[in-house]
């Protein structure tokens, strides 16, 4: 991927890379879900909803947490109502939650439901 923070979005050369909205897909959870590179699918919380094409990476390996097989999926943030390149709000599937001491808002880590569409 060819992806640096929200200047992605801006430059034309970059957003020409990456002109469409795609979520990171282990290779496991894909398998698992029947989902293959371009395939469109969606990403769901609680708050809402985004909806992209599969890339399916090796880069993203499962987790073991307490015996229990956890997958992370990537979701690039830098698409938006502005710019070059248009696309959906990841910010939205977020919770909204902060550290009681600086504030900082809980971005990197939630749970979402992914589907091919």
């Not at 989902?35 to 985004?50: C, H, K, L, N, P």
Request: cysteine-free; glycine content about 10%; aromatic content about 10%.
């Amino acid at each position: 991927t060819e992806h640096y923070h929200y200047w992605t979005k801006h430059v034309a050369s970059s957003a020409g890379l990456q002109s469409n909205f795609f979520v990171e897909i282990p290779e496991a959870l894909a398998e698992q879900k029947g989902i293959q590179t371009r395939d469109r699918v969606r990403v769901s919380s609680a708050r809402g909803m985004a909806e992209g094409f599969a890339l399916v990476t090796r880069r993203m390996r499962p987790l073991q947490v307490a015996g229990k097989t956890v997958y992370q999926v990537g979701l690039p943030i830098h698409w938006g109502f502005v710019g070059r390149v248009k696309g959906p709000l990841v910010n939205n599937l977020t919770p909204s939650v902060m550290d009681p001491n600086s504030g900082t808002p809980e971005y990197k880590g939630f749970l979402v439901n992914l589907e091919k569409i």
